[in-house]
């Protein structure tokens, strides 16, 4: 009785410790801008720093340091990422202009025009991190 209560708690624990399925534990950055009347454009950072480019845009740091992407996690704490709104709409923007968005981890942001300051800056810090061209 004793093994099969002991069975019994290891795979609770072993169920506990695994991840839910379907689930991926997404990490590191990604940014970009889709929709509008301009072609869509994605880089991202992986979690070791490499940076990866799909779209018409060009890099021009291939890889991060460690020291790069602590700076890049200052500036998602400094920009209160976490309590961004998903999606924001800036009044007056025209519906033909490309949206911008920032992906964190597993979360993400995207804003359609320039009214969010904060969000602002942590695009143009991801965009100097890689030297965006």
């Not at 689930?23 to 940014?31: D, L």
């Not at 009347?37 to 460690?66: C, E, F, W």
């Amino acid at each position: 009785m004793k093994k099969l209560a002991l069975l019994g708690a290891t795979l609770l624990l072993l169920l506990a410790l695994a991840e839910p399925a379907g689930a991926s534990q997404q990490r590191g950055f990604a940014f970009g801008r889709a929709g509008g009347n301009i072609q869509p454009y994605t880089v991202s950072i992986g979690s070791d720093g490499r940076v990866h480019a799909s779209g018409p845009v060009t890099v021009g740091r291939m890889k991060l340091t460690a020291s790069q992407l602590a700076t890049l996690e200052l500036a998602v704490s400094a920009a209160r990422f976490a309590s961004l709104h998903a999606v924001t709409d800036c009044h007056g923007t025209l519906p033909d202009i490309a949206a911008t968005f920032i992906r964190v981890g597993a979360r993400t942001v995207r804003v359609h025009g320039a009214c969010v300051a904060r969000y602002t800056k942590l695009f143009t810090a991801l965009s100097r991190a890689v030297e965006l061209a």
